[in-house]
């Protein structure tokens, strides 16, 4: 096998820092994907819904602020206990996803 050239070393250098053989493994690759698109809508949801609040709705800035507020810590509380109760439910965690998107879904109409 040939030596290898100075940029390979680079380059795999680079692919064993930042582990990007992980890239190779679908499974990962999907629910990498699927968190990402999770946290951007979740992103847009979060900067959006003051300002429809405060325009469309009429409400004042301090009841925005509270209600921004009020969802943050249900969002903590929510996250938090979450997993103390579906460890007691004998579902997958795939399942508990499914279920998790379908409320959210439906909850954001």
């Given amino acids: 096998e040939p030596p290898l050239r100075w940029y390979q070393k680079i380059i795999n250098a680079v692919v064993i820092f930042f ?13 990498m994907l699927g968190c990402n698109f ?16 405060e325009v469309d709705y009429g409400f004042k800035k301090r009841e925005v602020a509270m209600f921004m507020s009020t969802l943050a810590a249900v969002d903590v509380i929510g ?7 579906t460890s ?21 109409l």
């Fill in 38 to 53: 999770a946290n951007f809508t979740e992103l847009n949801f979060a900067l959006i819904v003051p300002y429809l609040l």
């Fill in 79 to 85: 996250r938090t206990t979450i997993s103390f109760i």
């Fill in 88 to 108: 007691k439910i004998p579902l997958s965690n795939r399942t508990f996803f499914l279920i998790g998107i379908g409320m959210l879904g439906t909850g954001r």
């Fill in 19 to 31: 582990d990007l053989d992980l890239l190779r493994d679908k499974v990962y690759v999907n629910i």
